[in-house]
């Protein structure tokens, strides 16, 4: 049993589909008390944190219907996600090398396993960017040149600090305006609803081949904060 700590995007189609058929199990465990794996370290860290483990399974559909994979079994929705679990079966940097060990020959995982600080950085800029803009303005010249620069351990666990919590609307939009604009182009007006706009951006992403874009965590991880795509989203730019 294994929930990983990483963005999904980083899981090939054998661990993302794996990850959510434990999560219901586990999920099932701690809501309902039952006695399958109830003492195992990974249901040990996750009681208490039911919101929070609901909130990844968000996360997990949301990248599952971005890569055109059906979803019919549901868990409960909080909001907030409340708090996440403060420890780790493994590290956040020993999961990154674990997937790039188990997926030396794969091919089907969205976002690749990161090289250097620089390429996690570029990664996940948008979903800082949507988290905490202050953050975002500062940390390129950390990662570039200051202390992120070669710390990979330090900047997996703060991208995944920076992305638990839910996002202030004005924030989200200010991202997704950043990413059109890596997709405009003359035939599309950019929508106003910004369930509409996450959409069109994922289909000009794919249509036009950018490849920044559909490397980007924020691709799926920004539609669970948006009530009309959540993960609920029917059209997929990978199907």
């Known amino acids: 049993m294994r929930i990983w700590d990483l963005h999904p995007g980083y899981l090939d189609r054998k661990r993302l589909l794996g990850e959510h058929r434990e999560l219901h199990g586990l999920v099932n465990i701690i809501s309902q008390g039952k006695r399958g794996y109830a003492r195992h370290p990974e249901t040990l860290r996750w009681v208490g944190h039911l919101p929070a483990l609901c909130t990844r399974h968000q996360l997990l559909v949301s990248e599952m219907m971005l890569r055109g994979y059906n979803h019919h079994s549901p868990v409960p929705e909080f909001n907030p996600p409340g708090t996440w679990p403060d420890i780790f079966i493994d590290t956040p940097v020993d999961q ?17 396993i990161p090289r250097n600080t620089q390429q996690l950085w570029a990664q996940h ?48 939009r200010n991202a997704l305006n950043h990413m059109w604009g890596y997709v ?42 948006i009530p009309a795509i959540g993960t609920g989203a029917t059209s997929s730019p990978y199907t």
């Open 96 to 112: 990154l090398r674990l997937l790039a060990d188990k997926q030396a020959d794969e091919t089907s995982a969205r976002i690749p």
């Open 125 to 172: 800029k948008y979903s800082v960017m949507a988290h905490d803009p202050h953050l975002y303005t500062t940390l390129g010249s950390e990662v570039a040149h200051g202390k992120y620069r070669d710390d990979m351990r330090g900047l997996v666990n703060l991208m995944i600090e920076t992305m638990r919590p839910e996002p202030q609307n004005g924030r989200l």
């Open 184 to 225: 405009s182009d003359s035939q599309h007006h950019m929508p106003e609803q910004d369930g509409e706009l996450m959409q069109l951006i994922r289909q000009q992403a794919i249509v036009q081949q950018k490849r920044y874009l559909l490397e980007s965590t924020a691709l799926s991880e920004l539609s669970i904060w």
